[in-house]
């Protein structure tokens, strides 16, 4: 079965890094387009970023601003979202999440999404 597996969060400090990655199983990794999304307590579950099968195309969030860096190592089956100039802002649970779709634009839509990973937790904090 589809399993998507997140890890690498944690306590981070502010102006501080992190790389989250998510493993997949039981699919065809390399013939999916990938998404990150983020969920703050209290708050909607929001799109991140998102790249192509093969990583040649690549969107992120307004809010993203040139902090975040997604990626995808096909041969592991894993997509990363390397987090940087972190600030307390970027807490949340962070979810990876496979887009059901096979077509040429990325896509910022959860419903276009089918399978999730449990989500890692990412807290920004002094």
């Known amino acids: 079965q589809v399993q998507l597996v997140e890890s690498g969060g944690g306590l981070v400090q502010p102006g501080g890094s992190v790389r989250l990655s998510c493993a997949a199983s039981?699919?065809?990794?390399?013939?999916?387009?990938m998404g990150w999304f983020r969920q703050a307590p209290g708050k909607d579950r929001e799109f991140a970023a998102a790249?192509?099968?093969?990583?040649?195309?690549?969107l992120y969030a307004d809010f993203v601003k040139g902090r975040f860096t997604v990626s995808r190592d096909n041969a592991k089956n894993t997509v990363y979202l390397q987090l940087s100039s972190l600030k307390p802002e970027d807490t949340a649970v962070y979810f990876c999440?496979?887009?059901?779709?096979?077509?040429?634009?990325?896509?910022?839509?959860?419903?276009?999404?089918?399978?999730w990973g449990q989500g890692t937790q990412v807290t920004v904090s002094s």
């Open positions: 999440a496979r887009d059901r779709r096979n077509t040429v634009a990325l896509s910022t839509r959860r419903a276009e999404y089918d399978y």
């Open positions: 039981g699919f065809s990794f390399g013939r999916y387009d």
């Open positions: 790249i192509s099968t093969s990583g040649d195309r690549i």
